[in-house]
């Protein structure tokens, strides 16, 4: 089935160690993003990829890194964990069509602690 | 700043009325605006969008959405609610030009109570 998958699917992670999220679609969408989900503030966009190659960042992008060496992946990277990054972190895909919807992966729950 | 406002946390309503989720956009230009719905443990489902054309918008699982430029509000409707429609709504404008992405609401949970 073409999505896009997210992995893990949650983690508990020690203040200070690094973590890498893992991000990766089927769909051969150019554009992807990297969103975290808090209660009361919505989605937040953390970095996107407009194509490979290509990395920009978003409304929160402190304490976290892309790359997109590829099409399918757009791993996020957390250097060094802090609390404050516990959150809901959604990866998501879009086609280049005027006005297509964005695709969105299931989701890591991450606890910092 | 170009944003979409979801004035209510919650909404409830019993089974067979009709629901509405409240979006108001704020951009500059002509707006393509979404309806997205996550369940529990989920990641998020598109619903419908206006890109452009009729202002009456229809989608999946029996919601639809009106949009009013001039009241720039973007509304989610369903003439009849089930048990199975509560989840948690967020409503979504793109934004940017030469980079597109996707500005979201708050959330609006809705309840439907049977």
């Known amino acids: 089935i073409a999505g896009i998958t997210q992995a893990p699917t949650s983690q508990i992670l020690a203040a200070g160690r690094r973590m890498t999220l893992r991000c990766t679609q089927d769909?051969?969408?150019?554009?992807m993003y990297w969103y975290r989900q808090d209660l009361g503030l919505g989605l937040r966009l953390i970095h996107y990829?407009?194509?490979?190659?290509?990395?920009g960042k978003g409304e929160v992008p402190d304490g976290y890194s892309v790359s997109r060496a590829n099409t399918d992946d757009f791993p996020l990277t957390l250097a060094s964990a802090v609390p404050s990054q516990t959150s809901v972190y959604f990866c998501?895909?879009?086609?280049?069509?005027?006005?297509?919807?964005?695709?969105f992966g299931q989701g890591t729950r991450l606890t910092v602690v | 700043a170009q944003s979409v406002a979801q004035p209510e946390d919650q909404v409830n309503v019993a089974e067979g009325n009709p629901l509405t989720v409240k979006c108001t956009y704020s951009?500059?230009?002509?707006?393509?605006l979404f309806w997205y719905v996550q369940y529990p443990n989920r990641g998020l489902q598109f619903l419908l969008k206006?890109?452009?054309?009729?202002?009456l918008v229809k989608g999946s699982y029996g919601f639809e959405a009106e949009f009013n430029k001039s009241q720039t509000s973007f509304h989610l409707k369903k003439p009849s609610a089930l048990v199975s429609d509560s989840a948690l709504y967020f409503c979504?404008?793109?934004?940017?030009?030469?980079?597109?992405?996707?500005?979201f609401g708050t959330g609006t949970r809705l309840l439907v109570s049977p």
């Open positions: 990829s407009n194509t490979a190659g290509t990395t």
């Open positions: 769909m051969r969408h150019n554009a």
């Open positions: 206006y890109i452009t054309g009729d202002n």
């Open positions: 998501a895909s879009r086609g280049t069509a005027e006005g297509t919807e964005a695709f």
């Open positions: 979504a404008v793109r934004v940017g030009t030469g980079f597109q992405k996707l500005v």
């Open positions: 951009v500059s230009g002509n707006p393509y």
